[in-house]
C-alpha cells in the first residue's frame, strides 16, 4: 500500500503548511506529496521552494485538469487530492483505504447526487452537507479525493466538456461509464472530525478566491452534468 498526495497552489499558498503538517500527521502514512502550482495571472509566483514537496510550477494557468494530469506521473498504488482549502483529519486516509477493501471506488469528502438532468439541483452528503454514518453512492465528489492511481485513466477516456470547469463531474462519469467505477463519500459522521476529509472547509473555503463565486460557475457545471447525462452516464438514483 502507497499513496502519493497531490496538492494544488494558485491563490492560497497560506495554507499549504497546514495541509502538509496534517498529511504527515495521518494514521496512515504517504509516500511522497506533490504540488501542482497554476500561475495566477494577477501577481507574481510564489516561492515553494522552501516545503519539502516536489514542486510542478507553469507559466501558465492549466486550471482544474492539470492536477489530474499530473497524478498519472504517481508509481503509487493511490493517489489523493486536497483543494487548496481543505485541511483532512487524522484518519482521513484509514478510512478511505478501509472502503477500497470492498470495492474498487472513487472516494471524496463531499458528494453531490443528482435529483434531476443538471447538476442543480442536488443534495450534498458529507462535511458540508448531509453527515453519513455509512459510505454513500454520489455522482460525484468534490474538495478531497482519494482512488487508485489507475483510476485517473478514465478522465481521459473522452475529451473533456470544459477545460475551465468540472473535471470532478467528468472523472467521476467517465469511470462509471468506462470501468463502472462508482463515486462515493465515506462516513462523516457529525461526532467524528477524525475521519473527515475536510475539518476547516467552512474557515477557509468561502474568501473571493473560491472559483464558486465566478457568474458562469453554475450554469456551466449544470452544462457539463446534462452533457454527460444525454451521453449515456447512468445517475446514482437511477442504478
Not at 130 to 144: S, T
Not at 171 to 183: D, R, V
Request: aromatic share 12%.
Amino acid at each position: 500500500m502507497s499513496i502519493t498526495v497531490i496538492l494544488n497552489c494558485y491563490k492560497r499558498p497560506e495554507y499549504l503548511k497546514e495541509q502538509i503538517e496534517a498529511i504527515k500527521n495521518q494514521s496512515v502514512p504517504v509516500e511522497d506529496i506533490w504540488i501542482w502550482y497554476n500561475k495566477p495571472e494577477d501577481q507574481e509566483q510564489f516561492d515553494l521552494s522552501g516545503l519539502g514537496c516536489k514542486v510542478a510550477t507553469c507559466n501558465h494557468n492549466f486550471k482544474f485538469h492539470g492536477r489530474f494530469a499530473f497524478g498519472l506521473l504517481a508509481q503509487t498504488e493511490y493517489v489523493a487530492y486536497f483543494d487548496d482549502d481543505t485541511i483532512p483529519g487524522p484518519k482521513w486516509f484509514e478510512s478511505c483505504i478501509n472502503e477500497l477493501k470492498n470495492e474498487d471506488l472513487i472516494l471524496g469528502t463531499t458528494g453531490v447526487r443528482y435529483e434531476g438532468n443538471a447538476y442543480d439541483p442536488h443534495i450534498k452528503i458529507g462535511w458540508n452537507g448531509i453527515k453519513n454514518d455509512k459510505l454513500e453512492y454520489v455522482d460525484l465528489v468534490g474538495h478531497a479525493w482519494f482512488m487508485k492511481r489507475s483510476t485517473l485513466q478514465y478522465l481521459w477516456q473522452e475529451n473533456p466538456i470544459s477545460w475551465e470547469n468540472g473535471e470532478d463531474i467528468q472523472l467521476s462519469g467517465f469511470a462509471y461509464k468506462y470501468g463502472n467505477i462508482q463515486t462515493a463519500v465515506p462516513p462523516h459522521p457529525a461526532n467524528d472530525l477524525e475521519i473527515w476529509g475536510s475539518i476547516k472547509g467552512m474557515d477557509y473555503g468561502n474568501d473571493k478566491k473560491a472559483s464558486h463565486w465566478k457568474s458562469n460557475h453554475s450554469p456551466l457545471r449544470n452544462h457539463i452534468s446534462t452533457t454527460l447525462i444525454n451521453s449515456g452516464y447512468k445517475k446514482v438514483i437511477d442504478r
